[in-house]
């Protein structure tokens, strides 16, 4: 097939898109994220967040930050909390949020799953601060379990490409099995 070449296009990602909780000036404040992803084998994620950014604070002050996977239905407030700053709006309302006994990073009850990271290296880059973060706890809604695993398809969360949101459709294979077709 023959190929065009086109203009540099970096937003391919099709993680999910996460809001990153950080607890600034003694209350929670979200922040949507379509930088996020695991680095390693090890529990390990990094987001990447703008310097000025009201949560960036937050962060850099208590050395932690929450990743929270929202579900599907609740795009209007994923988009909101990426589209106002907590430096001019109160966010800290949006959601009803948990701590766990770490207490260092606020989590959001709504979003089916939640995971708490420890700070332990940052990376500076082009006015952007890549933070990775130790998963020390991950919490998940009992609903979203299929036996005692996580099941995609129950936490049903957004995946961001270019400028739109997308949905999960169906599986299409198991990891380390549909290769071995191949092998
Ligand atoms: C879908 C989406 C993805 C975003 N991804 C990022 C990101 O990866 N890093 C970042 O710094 N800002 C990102 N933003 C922008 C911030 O979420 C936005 O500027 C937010 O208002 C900052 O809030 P705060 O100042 O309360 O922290 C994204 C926004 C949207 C809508």
Redesign the pocket.
């Known amino acids: 097939m023959e190929k065009i070449k086109i203009k540099n296009y970096p937003m391919v990602n099709s993680t999910p898109?996460v809001l990153a909780g950080a607890d600034v000036n003694g209350k929670p404040?979200y922040?949507?994220?379509?930088?996020?992803g695991v680095v390693c084998e090890g529990p390990i994620f990094y987001?990447?967040?703008?310097d000025t950014?009201?949560?960036?604070i937050g962060v850099r002050e208590n050395g932690y930050f929450s990743v929270n996977i929202p579900s599907a239905d609740m795009i209007e407030k994923t988009?909101y909390?990426?589209?106002?700053?907590?430096?001019t709006i109160d966010?800290s309302h949006l959601f009803s949020s948990f701590y766990d006994e770490i207490g260092k990073a606020p989590m959001i009850s709504e979003c089916p799953m939640n995971f708490l990271c420890k700070v332990i290296q940052t990376v500076p880059i082009c006015g952007?601060t890549v933070f990775f973060g130790e998963i020390v706890s991950t919490f998940i809604s009992e609903d979203c379990l299929t036996g005692d695993v996580p099941d995609p398809l129950k936490i049903n969360p957004t995946l961001?490409m270019g400028f739109r949101y997308f949905k999960l459709g169906q599986s299409v294979g198991v990891v380390f099995k549909e290769g071995k077709v191949i092998k």
């Open positions: 898109i404040n922040t949507t994220i379509g930088a996020f987001i990447s967040l703008k950014h009201f949560s960036t988009d909390c990426g589209l106002v700053s907590g430096k966010k952007f961001g």
